[in-house]
Structures are given as structure tokens and as C-alpha cells.
């Protein structure tokens, strides 16, 4: 896939914007997690609403990881 920040939006469909979305939001709380400024169970739990809010469906943890 390519990098997030380089991505022409007005070509993808509306799950992939979504899709993409995630992974901004996701990277951002691994990076607050990374510099201490969350707790792990603080990014778990927002990682969690994230994921229900969104309905991204997760068929893995490698999904996450994306």
C-alpha cells in the first residue's frame, strides 16, 4: 500500500478512505503511546473505540499493524 501521506483521496472509494483514516488515527496513538504521553490500557482502550466507531472489520493483528 502506499504511504498514507502520499495518497490522491479524490480516486479511492469510501472504504478505503475510511481505511486510511484508521491507520492516521491508529499511527497517532502509537506514537502518543511510544513517547509516554498515554498509558498502554489508554491506548488499547481508544485503539478499541476506534475500531467499534469506525466499523473497521480486523481479520488479524497483522491488520493493525498495517
Known amino acids: 500500500m502506499k504511504s498514507i501521506e502520499n495518497v ?8 478505503e478512505k475510511n481505511r486510511l483514516l484508521f491507520q492516521r488515527q491508529k499511527k497517532t496513538l502509537d506514537m502518543f503511546l511510544e513517547r509516554g504521553a498515554i498509558s498502554q490500557a489508554q491506548h488499547d482502550k481508544s485503539l478499541h473505540d476506534l475500531i467499534q ?10 491488520a493493525l499493524s498495517d
Open 8 to 15: 490522491d483521496w479524490s480516486f479511492l472509494s469510501y472504504e
Open 53 to 62: 466507531k469506525m466499523g473497521i472489520a480486523i481479520e488479524s493483528e497483522a
